[in-house]
């Protein structure tokens, strides 16, 4: 029994050795040998997660290097057409040059910012929220850019939701990213519809849908990886969506999405209910 319970747990990625007994027959050099198995296959799967762990930092890194380095290029080449022609420059085209100059350092300085959210800056701060108050004040940000762009929301939350364990700040980051990108795939003239329900196994699920153009299946796979744009150079930073999960993830739930190609692109963001049985609860709800 010991053995099949060991060879389960090895299967499931845990290993613990088997006893083993004193008589010195075929089975306890079998069971010596499968411990020796479990050892050698413990150290590779080590060796594997911390590699796989070193591949990710390192195409974090090579990326972020990357994504300063652009814009850092293009600010220097401006500011040195600046220094050798500024002379028989006229004033609209010194303009110009300082107009990309600035638009190129918000970009670098965008990034920052958002790798700053993506390392957790700020310690995250729970407390018992109502997702409709996460909601309602998320929508009234954006709200008046929506109508500027003749994108239609429309919200549907379920009535007596109950409350969820979470940083309101860094929840209203979730869904403002969400909506933003979905409105930026839609563009002009289109509807972003909300909807927030518990579903059976004690989970608030937020579907946020757009009838934006979809995302192609071959994305779909890449789009909440760090750095993954289809924006052109200077729009997206492509760290949106890995914010998004993280902090997602950070409050014990997950994000799956759904897309169509030319119908639009639902996002669902699943929060396990809280029942309050932490230690330190806070009054205010
Ligand atoms: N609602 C959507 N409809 C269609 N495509 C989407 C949608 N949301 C995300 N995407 C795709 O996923 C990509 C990654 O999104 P993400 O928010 O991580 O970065 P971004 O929006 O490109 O840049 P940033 O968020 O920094 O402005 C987008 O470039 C886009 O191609
Ligand atoms: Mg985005």
Redesign the pocket.
Known sequence: ASIRKATRDMAAGKFTPIHVPRAHDEITNLIVSFNHMGEALKQKQDELLQSKKMASIGTFSSGIAHEINNPLNNISLSADTLLEEFDSMDEEEIKEILGDIMTQTERASKIVR?LLDFSRARATEMEPLHIDEVLQKTTKLIANELRIHKVALETKIADGLPVVHGDFQKLQQVFL?LI???K??IGEYGRIFIEARLTDNDTIRVDLS?T????DQE?LEQ?FDPF????EAG????????IVYGIVKKHGGYIEVA?KVGEG?T?SVYLPVYHGNESKEQTEA
């Not at 729009?235 to 890995?242: D, F, P």
């Open positions: 958002n990213n933003i990108n979905a930026q795939a757009d934006g153009p979809g995302i994305h789009i993954f744009t289809t924006k729009k997206g930073t492509g760290l949106g969506l890995s897309s692109t996002f």
